[in-house]
């Protein structure tokens, strides 16, 4: 029986071993960006009888911020099935020593991997270059300066600890409100700014969602789908 696109997809989610080929003098940390990824897919899509190509980006205006999202699709050649994965990046207002194009490339690369990173299951969520590991960081710290220090200090370290989603909490945000769009007909834009405005208190980016109130707007978006597809089928 023939491999359906589904099949081949896991085949190399599971063989896939993406190397971090590039290295953050700065930093000094190994990551792996969407080319890395994308060397490494070619022997197993030829196994597979599949490919994988990077639509054109297109930008989006939420929250009086632009994102760059980035589109990957993935065919079975032999039955020409399709799959497609969408991931988003914020473009920076400004960004030191960098000009307009380089900034909208440095987030287009980002939504790449990351929109890669989705379709293949990797989890670069521990990585260096992750907004995980730079939170995980500052949280580490204050904990680090013991417990002699005073309490006005120790308060002041605590707001500073503000923890927002990570990039996969984020996708999960995007995704949901992406589906509950479809199902009523509506713009993306419309609907991620009606919930920034309305739900987060005009919070003006997702990125900046506090990890406490990640469950409570997820389980709110989730019943939103329901309802609308509850709806859709009457």
């Keep these: 029986m023939a491999n359906t696109i589904y099949k081949k997809l896991l085949n190399i989610q599971r063989d896939l071993k993406a190397p971090k080929g590039q290295y953050n003098n700065f930093g000094k940390y190994s990551y792996r960006n969407a080319e890395d990824i994308m060397e ?8 597979n009888n599949a490919i994988t190509y990077i639509e054109d980006d297109t930008i989006e205006y939420i929250g009086q911020r632009y994102y760059l999202v980035a589109t990957i699709s ?5 039955t020409g099935e399709k ?4 991931a988003r990046a914020r473009e920076e207002e400004n960004r030191k020593g ?6 909208t490339g440095a987030a287009s690369s980002y939504a790449r ?30 904990k680090q300066q013991g417990q ?10 605590e707001q500073n600890q503000v923890r927002y989603i990570d990039n996969i909490q984020y996708q999960e945000i995007n995704d949901l409100i992406s589906d509950i769009a479809k199902i009523k ?10 919930v920034l405005s309305e739900k987060l208190k005009g919070l003006q980016d997702f990125h900046r969602v506090q990890v406490g109130d990640y469950e409570v707007l997820k389980n ?3 019943e939103q789908l329901a309802k609308a597809k509850a709806k859709r089928g009457n």
């Excluded at 490494?40 to 196994?47: M, S």
């Design 185 to 194: 007909g509506m713009q993306f834009d419309t609907l991620a700014n009606y």
């Design 98 to 103: 960098m000009d307009g194009s380089q900034i």
């Design 148 to 157: 002699q220090q005073q309490q006005g200090n120790q308060q002041a370290q």
């Design 83 to 86: 799959i497609t994965v969408k």
């Design 113 to 142: 991997k990351y929109a890669l990173s989705g379709l293949f299951l990797i989890d670069d969520n521990k990585d260096a270059d992750s907004n995980e590991y730079h939170k995980q960081n500052d949280q580490q710290k204050p």
């Design 40 to 47: 490494a897919l070619k022997p197993l899509l030829v196994e």
């Design 220 to 222: 709110y978006l989730t």
């Design 74 to 78: 993935f065919v079975d050649i032999e």
